[in-house]
T-cell receptor, first 115, second 110 residues
Framework: EAGVAQSPRYKIIEKRQSVAFWCNPI?????LYWYQQILGQGPKLLIQ????????DSQLPKDRFSAERLKGVDSTLKIQPAKLEDSAVYLC?????????????FGPGTRLTVL | SQKIEQNSEALNIQEGKTATLTCNYT??????LQWYRQDPGRGPVFLLL?????KEKRKERLKVTFDTTLKQSLFHITASQPADSATYLC?????????FGAGTRLFVKA
């Protein structure tokens, strides 16, 4: 079974530039998550999709971050414009269904450096 | 506000011993608690899940306890091996909201 795919693996940009990350979840998984993990911290949930609808985006900085999951499959996360404090690893995860009794499968992450 | 605390200091143990990691939480009543392992440069990998009405779960060399009165979960790795060296994260969930702790770094010395 193929895992969660993410690209790119690494990205370096200047502040105020824009950047986009892509995620392809495990086939058949209805729920998709985007997390931000700053060095030394645990993953912080940014947005959770159930199919192509948003379940929770309460911690997404909506003035600069946006995410979409067209057709309920793959997803993109965009940052525009980027700030220095956005430097982090962006993790995508998927699960069969929503809810804490479903294990989440994580991708390798995209390491973003904002200069 | 909701808060999760895991041992901020790394845990160093000798091979063959039991490693015990702690996850404490406040201002939260999770329905589920999960433990993940994370290696450097990789995404977390699911290990175990325990529900609020369960006291203990086991899987091979792993054991998780969940005390909703103390608001604490303990994660045990018995007969630890150098390959168990990693960061271990606890995650709490209720109502489709997942919160992760910062993790505890475990080093198992041969």
């Amino acid at each position: 079974e193929a895992g969660v795919a993410q690209s790119p693996r690494y990205k370096i940009i200047e502040k105020r530039q824009s950047v986009a990350f892509w995620c392809n979840p495990i086939s058949g998984h209805a729920t998709l998550y985007w997390y931000q993990q700053i060095l030394g911290q645990g993953p912080k949930l940014l947005i959770q999709f159930q199919n192509n609808g948003v379940v929770d985006d309460s911690q997404l900085p909506k003035d600069r971050f946006s995410a979409e999951r067209l057709k309920g499959v793959d997803s993109t996360l965009k940052i525009q414009p980027a700030k220095l404090e956005d430097s982090a690893v962006y993790l995508c995860a998927s699960s069969l269904l929503a809810g804490g009794d479903n294990e989440q499968f994580f991708g390798p992450g995209t390491r973003l450096t904002v200069l | 506000s909701q808060k999760i605390e895991q041992n901020s200091e790394a845990l160093n143990i000798q091979e063959g011993k039991t490693a015990t990691l702690t996850c404490n939480y406040t201002n939260y009543s999770p329905a589920y608690l999960q433990w993940y392992r994370q290696d450097p440069g990789r995404g977390p990998v699911f290990l175990l899940l325990i529900r609020e009405n369960e006291k203990e779960k086991r899987k091979e060399r792993l054991k998780v306890t969940f005390d909703t009165t103390l608001k604490q979960s303990l994660f045990h790795i018995t007969a630890s091996q150098p390959a168990d060296s990693a960061t271990y994260l606890c995650a709490l969930e209720r109502g489709f909201k997942t919160i992760f702790g910062a993790g505890t770094r475990l080093f198992v010395k041969a």
